[in-house]
């Protein structure tokens, strides 16, 4: 998954406590996105930028923000972790948003809240 | 909803060409399909896309029918570290105008000794 790096790999949080997901890529792809995947799932879209600026909200969005100030990042924000949010975290880009090419995928960030 | 049906899972002999199934009877004609597979809880990677045409690349075939309403995904030779989730996925747009990769439950494959 050369390209598309994330930080933490693990982390465990607190219930009310907040973190920021880290995603950078260094391929200069205008649409990036975040994903959660719950044991046993696929993947469901959280929010995705289709570039610098410009955000929108995905299939799951709720207690979650998000930001777009360069292009090679897009940090995922939870305001006040809940139980129901542990998961795994993938962030994907894409060349364009309206582009065929494939998205790339993180290796992911496990995230457990106790 | 998921736009793809596949099985739940499968079995393949080491060395043996491994044939995964999908169906999307419901793509629309300028929809790509897309293969990724997932091993262990690892990011999701690519494999393959197309269209309407055969394609090919040094890890899989993928063998689109002509009414576009199912497809196969091709490993020719499958070794042990091809066991993993493979997903088939439709890029649809939704009434939103918002494309997404919509994923399903995927096929897990699992390659024997």
């Known amino acids: 998954n050369a390209g598309v790096t994330q930080t933490p790999k693990f982390q465990v949080l607190k219930t009310g406590q907040s973190m920021t997901l880290q995603c950078a890529q260094d391929m200069n792809h205008e649409y990036m996105s975040w994903y959660r995947q719950d044991p046993g799932m696929g993947l469901r879209l959280i929010h995705y930028?289709?570039?610098?600026?410009?955000?929108d909200q995905g299939e799951v969005p709720n207690g979650y923000n998000v930001s777009r100030s360069t292009t090679e990042d897009f940090p995922l924000r939870l305001l006040s972790a809940a139980p129901s949010q542990t998961s795994v975290y993938f962030c994907?880009?894409?060349?364009?948003?309206?582009?065929?090419?494939?998205?790339?995928f993180g290796d992911g960030t496990r995230l457990s809240i106790l | 909803d998921a736009k793809t049906t596949q099985p739940p899972s499968m079995d393949c002999a080491e060395g043996r060409a491994a044939n995964l199934p999908c169906n999307h009877s419901?793509?629309?004609?300028?929809?790509?399909v897309y293969w990724y597979r997932q091993i262990h809880s690892q990011g999701p990677q690519y494999i393959i896309h197309g269209l309407k045409n055969n394609e090919t690349n040094e890890m899989a075939s993928l063998i689109i029918t002509e009414d576009r309403k199912s497809s196969t995904l091709i490993l020719p030779h499958a070794t042990l570290r091809d066991t993993a989730v493979y997903y088939c996925?439709?890029?649809?747009?939704?009434?939103?105008?918002?494309?997404?990769?919509?994923f399903g439950t995927g096929t897990r494959l699992k390659v024997l000794a």
């Open positions: 930028s289709v570039g610098a600026g410009i955000t």
């Open positions: 994907a880009t894409q060349l364009t948003y309206y582009s065929n090419q494939p998205q790339h």
């Open positions: 996925i439709v890029r649809p747009r939704d009434e939103s105008g918002t494309y997404k990769y919509i």
């Open positions: 419901t793509i629309s004609g300028n929809e790509y």
